[in-house]
C-alpha cells in the first residue's frame, strides 16, 4: 500500500541554520504530496504542497520539489526561526486508490535554537 | 475568516461515559474527516463523510461513531470511552476528493483525556 517515510527526529538546530527534512513516498498513482506543520498544543497547519511532478510548494521561506524520479519530497528552508520549532509531517493523498485519504509519515519535530 | 472549528477545545470524561466531540466548517466543502492523534504520533484517520455518504476505515472501532447532519457540521460520538481513547481528535475538511480539490484544512484539535 500507499506509504510515507520522513526522518525520523528530534532535529535540533541553531537559529539561522539551513534545514533539510526527508521525504520519500511509496505510491501506486500519482499523489498529491503536502507538509503540514503542528505547533505544541495545537492543529495541523498545510505548510505547501504540490500536486504533480517538478512542481515546487513554498510557504513562509520553506520549499519542497515533488520529484517523481526519486519519489521524494524534501522540505527545505533556507534560515531557521525559533518560532519554526514544531512538528512536520509529510503527507501524501492517493486519488486514485484511497479515495484522497491523507497517509501521513511519523513527523519530524525539530527544535530551533537561538 | 473561513474555517474550521472544533468545540471543546478539551475535553475530560470518565471511563464509560459517553462524550460528543463538535466540528464545523465555514469552507462550505464536501468533504469532513475525523482524525485521531495520540501523544507523538501521526493521525490516524477513523472515518470520513462525502457529501452525506459515510466512509468508516476498517479499523476502526465501532466504539466511535459519527453523524453529519448537515453540509456546515460533524459529530463524532464516543459511546463508551476506554483510556486508550485519550487522545487529540481532529476534524478536517477539503473541497472534493479529486486533484487539486484534495487539500484538507485542520480544525485546531479536541485534547480528550478519559479518567
Known amino acids: 500500500g500507499d506509504s510515507v517515510t520522513q526522518m525520523e527526529g528530534p532535529v535540533t538546530l541553531s537559529e539561522e541554520a539551513f534545514l533539510t527534512i526527508n521525504c520519500t513516498y511509496t505510491a501506486t498513482g500519482y499523489p498529491s504530496l503536502f507538509w503540514y506543520v503542528q505547533y505544541p498544543g495545537e492543529g495541523l497547519q498545510l505548510l505547501l504542497k504540490?500536486?504533480?511532478?517538478?512542481d515546487k510548494g513554498s510557504n513562509k521561506g520553506f520549499e519542497a520539489t515533488y520529484r517523481k524520479e526519486t519519489t521524494s519530497f524534501h522540505l527545505e528552508k533556507g534560515s531557521v526561526q525559533v518560532s519554526d520549532s514544531a512538528v512536520y509531517f509529510c503527507?501524501?493523498?492517493?486519488?486514485?486508490?484511497?479515495?484522497?485519504?491523507?497517509?501521513f509519515g511519523k513527523g519530524t519535530k525539530l527544535s530551533v535554537k537561538p | 475568516d473561513a474555517m474550521v472549528i472544533q468545540n471543546p477545545r478539551y475535553q475530560v470524561t470518565q471511563f464509560g461515559k459517553p462524550v460528543t466531540l463538535s466540528c464545523s466548517q465555514t469552507?462550505?466543502?464536501?468533504?469532513m474527516y475525523w482524525y485521531q492523534q495520540k501523544s507523538s504520533q501521526a493521525p490516524k484517520l477513523l472515518f470520513h463523510?462525502?457529501?452525506?455518504?459515510?466512509?468508516n476505515e476498517a479499523d476502526t472501532p465501532d466504539n466511535f461513531q459519527s453523524r453529519r447532519p448537515n453540509t456546515s457540521f460533524c459529530f463524532l460520538d464516543i459511546r463508551s470511552p476506554g483510556l486508550g481513547d485519550t487522545a487529540m481528535y481532529l476534524c478536517?475538511?477539503?473541497?472534493?476528493?479529486?486533484?487539486?480539490?484534495?487539500?484538507?484544512?485542520f480544525g485546531p484539535g479536541t485534547r480528550l483525556t478519559v479518567l
Open positions: 478536517a475538511t477539503s473541497r472534493e476528493r479529486g486533484r487539486g480539490t484534495d487539500t484538507q484544512y
Open positions: 503527507a501524501l493523498s492517493d486519488i486514485g486508490g484511497s479515495q484522497g485519504n491523507l497517509i
Open positions: 463523510y462525502y457529501d452525506k455518504d459515510f466512509n
Open positions: 469552507l462550505n466543502h464536501n468533504v
Open positions: 504540490a500536486t504533480k511532478a517538478d
